[in-house]
């Protein structure tokens, strides 16, 4: 119950704040719609910016927003002391982390939602398509991990900094997230940057996503096929990747609002 009330307090924190409309809401659609103007006009030297191969990208990227608004939300309420006062009630440390955890997973499968929709609609008006129903809820599930960890991030580094440091740090990861996942640039025509990229979830993910999309991949296989590679191919490595950072981020958020909590009791 105290977990509830919480998480229902964070959640009309969260809906009062413009930045959430802007940043987590609205900019997925404006890089939909500027990666579609480009693409019109670029013709088919940017296979990248194709439906098919945008929306997992930009999913993935629209996540880091939730990092961003995570450590806003969170260091703001070490500033204002609200944490300190909460410390005296019976809450423990789960109540906090799944009290801030589940509002941002909330804004985080409309955000997915919303990119799906901008799918459907680019793709019925280019005339190319974009997935079916049950692909949808697939490449849902499948962003889940990324989107989680993007929310651990910012949460580590609220606990850590204040409402300073913590924004201006998270940019820096929305920055590489943006670069090093592939959201719009061709990372396998890249050579080594590829394998760089392959070692943080970010890519991944996105990597994974285009699979379930079909979408083309830049560089044909040895039969000349533009599809991404079968999950068979790469897929169980990057799934392994994703969990590992997944549990890691998961198990340094509990680690250091346990810490946080008996320091401040």
Not at 59 to 83: C, H, V
Not at 130 to 145: D, G, Q, R, V, Y
Not at 213 to 226: E, F, I, R, S, V
Request: charge should be positive.
């Amino acid at each position: 119950m105290k977990t509830i009330v919480f998480m229902k307090r964070n959640l009309k924190e969260m809906t009062r704040d413009p930045l959430i409309y802007i940043f987590c809401l609205g900019f997925p659609i404006i890089m939909v719609l500027m990666f579609q103007i480009i693409l019109k006009y670029a013709g088919d030297n940017v296979s990248i910016f194709e439906v098919k191969s945008l929306i997992p990208g930009i999913m993935m990227f629209s996540y880091s927003m939730l990092m961003l608004i995570a450590a806003l939300l969170i260091s703001k309420d070490k500033t204002s002391s609200f944490l300190k006062r909460l410390y005296t009630s019976p809450m423990k440390s789960h109540n906090y982390i799944i009290g801030y955890f589940v509002p941002f997973l909330i804004i985080g499968i409309i955000q997915s939602i919303i990119c799906i929709i901008l799918g459907y609609i680019c793709g019925a008006i280019s005339n190319t398509g974009f997935i079916s129903f049950s692909n949808s809820l697939l490449l849902i599930l499948e962003m889940l991990p990324i989107m989680s960890i993007n929310i651990f991030i910012g949460m580590i580094f609220a606990t850590l900094l204040n409402e300073k440091s913590a924004p201006a740090v998270t940019s820096i990861f929305i920055s590489l997230s943006g670069i090093i996942g592939g959201a719009w640039m061709p990372l396998e025509t890249m050579g080594d940057f590829e394998k760089v990229a392959e070692c943080l979830p970010f890519y991944p993910s996105v990597y994974l996503g285009r699979i379930i999309t079909h979408a083309k991949h830049t560089l044909p296989d040895l039969n000349g096929n533009l599809s991404y590679y079968s999950f068979s191919d790469r897929g169980l490595m990057f799934l392994l990747i994703i969990f590992g950072y997944l549990i890691i981020t998961g198990l340094l958020t509990i680690l250091f609002f346990n810490k946080k909590l008996k320091k401040d009791c």
